[in-house]
């Protein structure tokens, strides 16, 4: 298994190809423990990159 970068110090569009990376390995891999492994690391990474986007919206900014 890979090691996973930290996701805090990436950006958005840098956990977004993380993310179709491994999603493309779970889909090649048969139903089982691993992917399901795969799966859920997939889903906090999408979550990790909502937050980034987020964090950085014009919104949240000081002086907007």
Aim: positive net charge; aromatic residues 4%.
């Amino acid at each position: 298994m890979n090691k996973i970068p930290k996701p805090i110090y990436m950006t958005a569009d840098e956990i977004d190809r993380r993310v179709k990376e491994r999603a493309a390995d779970a889909h090649a891999l048969p139903d089982g423990p691993a992917r399901q492994a795969i799966l859920k690391e997939v889903a906090q990474l999408r979550m990790y990159a909502e937050a980034k986007r987020w964090t950085e919206s014009p919104g949240l900014k000081p002086g907007a």
